[in-house]
């Protein structure tokens, strides 16, 4: 029954893309792609970190 009601709910996000402000179309740009700028970015630092460790 839950499965049933998630599809029909499911807001259809292309549809309300397009039909939207541009300043809610960059938003949308910038936190779609936010996470994994932040995850290459963590992980340049612990590898950078890790390299330059003094023993």
Do not use: C, H, T, W
């Not at 996000?13 to 402000?21: G, S, V, W, Y």
């Not at 809610?24 to 890790?50: D, M, N, T, W």
């Amino acid at each position: 029954m839950i499965p049933l009601l998630y599809l029909i709910q499911q807001p259809d996000f292309q549809e309300k893309l397009n039909n939207a402000p541009l300043d809610y179309q960059i938003a949308f740009f910038i936190s779609s792609y936010l996470p994994y700028i932040l995850l290459v970015v963590i992980g340049y630092f612990i590898y950078y970190r890790a390299k330059n460790k003094k023993d």
